[in-house]
């Protein structure tokens, strides 16, 4: 059987329409075809990076000097990249509605927080007249005034 699959799973036709035969079956369903004539900056090819790892690891590092790497040129690298992607995204969306539950208890802590002290006072002396003021000074009578008083 290895003699016959050898013999005629090179041809492209029979290759594709016997697909289990030929162990042209990815799994990965994505119509990826392995790239059997790249290699690496070491001389690594496609084949080499057979495993998760050896592509998270040495892809970048051994990446030829136009920039491509096995996670340009090799299924297997790039489905990893892919998943790579695809977990930053899903963890980048986990934190972010993290931030926004704590956001949102933040504000819900601080509801009420922003209020004027009843008991603090402040003494002013204009020419010879001295006035104590209360918080609510700043924002009671003439809404322009408040604004000079805030501001001073």
Do not use: I
């Not at 980048?92 to 927080?113: D, F, I, M, P």
């Not at 001295?130 to 809404?143: A, P």
């Amino acid at each position: 059987n290895e003699k016959r699959r050898n013999n005629w799973c090179s041809n492209d036709k029979v290759k594709n329409n016997c697909k289990k035969s030929c162990d042209n079956c990815s799994s990965n369903n994505d119509g990826c075809k392995e790239n059997t004539v790249w290699e690496d900056k070491k001389g690594n090819k496609c084949s080499w990076y057979s495993t998760k790892k050896k592509c998270n690891t040495y892809a970048e590092k051994y990446a030829r000097s136009n920039g491509k790497s096995a996670f340009d040129k090799c299924c297997k690298c790039k489905k990893s990249a892919l998943k790579m992607l695809h977990n930053l995204q899903e963890e980048a969306t986990v934190a972010v509605a993290k931030v926004e539950v704590k956001r949102e208890e933040a504000l819900k802590a601080n509801v009420g927080s922003c209020k004027d002290s009843t008991s603090f006072t402040w003494n002013y002396t204009h020419g010879t007249t001295k006035y104590t003021h209360h918080c609510s000074f700043l924002s009671n009578g003439d809404e322009s005034k408040n604004e000079k008083r805030r501001n001073n």
